[in-house]
């Protein structure tokens, strides 16, 4: 892609969404062809990072930096087009629509797509910074880096691909670069944990591919768009066992009950910013899955009961799970595993309510749980452990660390007028409006559940940063070796000034939703509808005109 | 929309099964065969889903062979190699740092369990201690009882002899104010008092040595009474100290086993 000629389009992409529709057929650059962007520029930027290797560090992180911040800027882009023009489709490799792959980008992929590129471009900030911080290790950019790359390539290809196969690769890719991330420095916990991620994956990536045989054998095709036809022709049974086949093959990379045993066993591990972008987007490309499977390939089946009462169970397990830990990083990733059981709400109650809800409870939840894993890397770092038990005081040693997990904290467990709050008041309303008793029911067992998650965050918070410090703990600031995983004291007592700044965007981010709430609840419920009426996504993928 | 042919299909469901029951070993080098074969289990799948083989593909009509799910398999063996070389590459690194290519518990489960057992012993050691509080509360009620009971045994004793003493006054008296209404003097009835005492009246006498006697007995009993009493108290006393120490072992016994179970890794205490 020519370079300047993109900057150009970017830096004039207001204008060029003013513009009339018709764009040049063979200029260098349509909007269409930005869909790509997100996909092949990190992927692009990985290449030659590792060809650099370990050299030209300054270079490496500007390189990264770029790369997402144009991710980023692309992805606003498309977002404000899709919402304006509808969805867009690009046709890669120039083959027509039902036989080549296409990326569909709609106002829900868009959305979420936005939402992960300013994540991961804040915790690339925080990543890059840390590893300036230690200088004497060549291993965090020349492996990391490509590593992290590959994987937010493989996540915005998740959520832009419009060919379910197409979907496999990209889960594919990002999982091959989160195998990485998560053994990274191969320590014995890392291997172990790195392990019984590799295998679930693996055993999720079987399954969907099975699911893509006996799709691929009862309707001949796997575009999304085509599939949403043929499979209103099909035979009930067949329909049952490919939606449950891809629905297990989704949950388990969603980590939705009884499948989500894996999640709080791996993740804790994991490097503080590697944890931080699985925790939030790795879930959530699973759950954004479901919604696109269920409400364009298999809307109102007999499924979605099947999936309240599994959100039911994923809400209460993972909500009760959080309660007994005294590990943060456990903690956390046991409230990630219990939320996730909202989204699933939403997605069950299939209705444009419950749907905008959903999607805008998956932005919510992304920015939030970042954040959150992202201050207990900071606090690991400040402190060398993330166990309750050994903490305390850290709001004498560092109040913006207290404040920095107090607001995504309280978040995270729905404290109005936080974005949380909005997120469950809408899926409440959706519930209410639903009717029914399961729906009602789970209604119930979500306020439960919110109200056990802000008692687990609260108890963490009030041990970890309020209550006096632990005489063998005090002035202390110990780091970990990502190499060794020895703890090594540190003389330094601060933190590297844009380490809690990179955190406190992610912070911001997830508080500016209240002051957007208007405009994005409404892009939410037109996302939903859209979602719901398929047409427009059929009919833009096959090239008919609305 | 082809039917499946059933030898190719029965081979995938062989290779999965296989594969599945490889993936559910705890060794990794078993569970990697496990995922080489189950791969190709279900790539073999994905090419049957194309139509029989051996047919020509575009072709119009029926019997044609789909080239595409061949594009995909070769997509997935690209992508099973390259999860199949990297899980390789971290049961090495597995095998370098454990020496055993088993895939290790996870540390926090292991304090979870350990957490648990702790629980139970210490639900274990509670029971016992209620037993035992149960067991001395039992034995201090039936010595209450005893006690009771010898109390109210005395009790009538004591009222039985006041009674007997109290007839032998009674005669004494009588048989003075007879002998007083007789008109013998004072002196008189002095002298055949000592008389009587002299002749050795067997019935005064008896009363006498009667009340003695019993007050003798009484004493007796009493003191085998308070005997068997402290030897109750003593026997009671060791079965508590016996009690006492069977628990204390059986806590120290337990504690050990927990210790030898303790990990190195498994830091933290559980407050």
């Known amino acids: 892609m020519n370079g300047p000629v993109l900057l150009e389009r970017l830096v004039t992409g207001a204008v060029l969404l003013e513009a009339p529709v018709e764009v040049p057929a063979d200029g260098p650059i349509t909007l269409e062809s930005l869909i790509c962007v997100p996909v092949l520029l990190p992927l692009l930027a990985a290449g030659v ?203 388990i990379k969603a980590a939705i009950f009884p499948m989500s045993a894996w999640l709080p066993d791996s993740y804790p591990t994991a490097p503080a910013p590697a944890t931080a972008v699985f925790a939030g987007l790795l879930t959530k490309v699973g759950v954004y899955s479901i919604i696109r499977l269920e409400a364009l390939l298999f809307p109102g089946g007999p499924v979605s ?175 970990s070796d990502e190499h060794t995983g020895d703890d090594a004291t540190v003389t330094t007592t601060a933190l590297p000034v844009m380490l809690p700044v990179s955190v406190a965007a992610l912070v911001a981010l997830g508080l500016s939703f209240t002051v957007l709430a208007g405009p994005l609840v409404g892009l939410a419920q037109r996302a939903a509808t859209e979602l719901l009426a398929r047409e427009p996504y059929v009919s833009a993928v096959l090239g008919r005109q609305p | ?61 029926t019997g044609i062979a789909d080239p595409l799910p061949q594009a995909m398999v070769l997509t997935a063996i690209v992508i099973t190699l390259g999860v199949t070389a990297f899980l390789l590459a971290m049961v090495h690194r597995s095998w370098q740092l454990t020496g055993s290519d088993e895939v290790q518990d996870d540390t926090e489960d292991r304090r979870i369990r350990l957490r648990s057992r702790r629980g139970e012993l210490s639900d274990a050691v509670r029971a016992r201690q209620h037993a035992y509080r149960r067991l001395v509360i039992e034995q201090r009620a039936e010595l209450a009882k005893l006690e009771a009971e010898q109390a109210e045994r005395e009790r009538l004793e004591e009222a039985d002899l006041e009674r007997r003493i109290a007839r032998v006054h009674d005669e004494l008296g009588q048989w003075m104010r007879e002998l007083r209404y007789e008109g013998m003097t004072e002196d008189e009835l002095q002298q055949r008092l000592e008389e009587a005492g002299l002749r050795d009246d067997p019935g005064a006498m008896s009363n006498l040595e009667r009340i003695e006697q019993l007050r003798e007995e009484h004493e007796r009993g009493r003191a085998e009474q308070a005997g068997r009493e402290r030897e109750l108290r003593k026997k009671l006393k060791a079965r508590q100290r016996d009690a006492r120490r069977q628990l204390r072992a059986a806590i120290r016994d337990e504690r050990e086993r927990q210790a030898l179970a303790q990990d190195p890794e498994l830091e933290g205490d559980d407050s």
């Open chain 1, 49 to 251: 990072k590792l060809a650099i290797g370990g050299r030209l560090r300054r270079l490496q992180s500007l390189i990264s930096l770029v790369t997402l911040g144009i991710s980023l800027a692309v992805s606003v882009v498309l977002m404000v087009a899709a919402d304006t023009r509808g969805p867009l489709v690009t046709e890669l490799g120039g083959w027509p629509s039902p036989i080549g792959i296409c990326l569909v980008a709609d106002r829900l992929s868009t959305l979420v797509l936005v939402v992960s590129s300013a994540v991961t471009f804040c915790v690339m900030v925080y990543s890059v910074v840390s590893a300036y911080d230690e200088q004497e290790h060549d291993a965090p950019m020349a492996v990391f880096h490509p590593a992290f790359l590959v994987m937010v390539a493989g996540v915005a290809d998740a959520f832009l691909s419009g060919d379910l196969f197409n979907l496999f690769v990209a889960f594919e890719l990002l999982l091959s670069g989160s195998y990485v991330l998560l053994t990274f420095g191969g320590t014995e916990s890392r291997i172990r944990a790195g392990a019984t991620y590799t295998l679930m994956a693996l055993a999720s990536s079987m399954l969907f591919l099975i699911a893509l045989a006996i799709t691929y054998g009862a309707t001949g095709t796997l575009s999304l768009a085509q599939l949403a036809e043929r499979f209103a022709t099909l035979p009930e049974q067949v329909k049952i066992l490919v939606e449950l086949t891809l629905l297990l093959a989704f949950a």
């Open chain 1, 305 to 479: 009961t099947l999936l309240m009462w599994v959100a039911l169970a994923t809400m209460l397990t993972g909500v009760l799970g959080a309660v007994a830990q005294t590990d943060m990083k456990r903690m956390l990733s046991f409230t990630l595993v219990s939320h996730i059981g909202y989204m699933v709400f939403g997605v069950a109650l299939s209705t444009v309510a419950g749907l905008a809800g959903a999607i805008f409870y998956v932005v919510h939840h992304i920015t939030v749980q970042t954040s959150l894993f992202l201050v207990t890397g900071l606090v690991e770092r400040r402190t060398g452990t993330t166990s309750v038990t050994r903490l305390g005081g850290l709001m004498e040693a560092s109040p913006l660390l207290a404040v920095l997990f107090f607001v995504p904290a309280m978040n995270l467990s729905g404290i109005p007028p936080m974005s949380g709050f909005l997120g469950k008041l809408m899926l409440v309303q959706a519930g209410l409006a639903h009717g029914g008793w399961l729906p009602v029911t789970l209604v119930a067992v979500g306020l439960v559940t919110s109200l056990l998650t802000l008692y687990a965050v609260a108890k963490t918070w009030g041990k970890a940063f309020w209550r006096g410090p632990r005489p063998d703990r005090l002035g202390r600031v110990v780091e």
């Open chain 2, 1 to 61: 929309m082809n039917s499946v042919a059933l030898m190719p299909f029965a081979a995938c469901c062989v290779l999965i099964t296989c594969g599945v029951t490889l993936l559910l070993e705890r060794s990794l080098v078993r569970v990697l065969a496990g995922v080489i074969v189950l791969g190709n289990g279900v790539n073999l799948l994905i090419v049957t889903s194309g139509g029989d083989a051996g047919g020509p593909p575009f072709v119009d009509g």
